[in-house]
């Protein structure tokens, strides 16, 4: 009587729950709706948008800035790419801040819209794109 050997595969599925959620792999950011602090900046023509993020265990160091938006409330961002050798470990992080700036009038001043503390391991894997729980 022979014996079966099964040969073992690698599951097809893997549970999104234990994938690891780190700065690395955000690759693009999204903003709906920006309400600006002033209202007499509603002309969304003379309106340009940024925004940096901080590693919390270094609030006041700078740790990306994007590109600039210009003419939007609902900007979004693309192909944000963080890399071991300019980041280090700080592309590891799960927890960042992240402020959203509006840039206004001829003296390209910076006012902050919103800031946010970002846990990357309570959002939920929805299609190809991270929901808030």
Not at 35 to 59: C, G, M, Q, S
Request: proline content about 6%; charged content about 25%.
């Amino acid at each position: 009587m022979a014996t079966e050997r099964r040969i073992a595969r690698p599951p097809r599925h893997v549970n999104v729950r234990t994938q690891q959620r780190r700065l690395r792999h955000v690759k693009s950011l999204a903003v709906r709706s920006l309400k600006p602090p002033e209202p007499i900046l509603w002309d969304p023509l003379a309106v340009k948008v940024k925004f940096t993020l901080y590693d919390l265990r270094h609030p006041n160091t700078v740790l990306y800035t994007s590109s600039v938006l210009e003419e939007t409330y609902n900007p979004t961002w693309r192909s944000l790419t963080f890399q071991y050798e300019k980041f280090g470990d700080s592309v590891t992080i799960n927890k960042f801040k992240i402020k959203v700036w509006l840039i206004t009038g001829e003296s390209k001043e910076e006012m902050m819209c919103f800031e946010k503390i970002v846990d990357l391991s309570t959002y939920r894997f929805m299609g190809v794109s991270l929901m808030s729980v």
